[in-house]
């Protein structure tokens, strides 16, 4: 399947990543601001993350998986099964 090129920042198909990653959090037990504090930043990286104002890169996908307890494959791997059914 070839992807039409867009800004995915403002598509369905990354919602549903972030949709996944609140839902991640939500059952760690943290808060946004709990969550920040163990990724050493400001409540606000966090904030802006989930509501979609910031893009959430690779690497710091690693990081924040690895911070509540997920692994980042099996957590990457149910995003892509979500998007492409």
């Known amino acids: 399947m070839i992807w039409?090129?867009?800004?995915?920042l403002y598509s369905p198909e990354y919602k549903k990543v972030l949709v996944r990653l609140i839902e991640l959090r939500a059952q760690a037990g943290l808060s946004?601001?709990?969550l920040a504090?163990?990724?050493k930043r400001e409540h606000s990286f966090v904030w802006r993350i989930e509501t979609g104002r910031r893009r959430l890169d690779i690497v710091?996908?690693?990081?924040l998986c690895q911070t509540i307890g997920q692994d980042a494959v099996a957590?990457?791997?149910?995003?892509?099964?979500?998007?492409?059914?």
């Open 37 to 39: 504090k163990k990724l």
């Open 4 to 8: 039409p090129v867009k800004d995915s």
């Open 32 to 34: 946004q601001r709990d």
């Open 60 to 63: 710091e996908f690693l990081w």
């Open 75 to 85: 957590v990457y791997r149910k995003i892509v099964q979500d998007i492409t059914r």
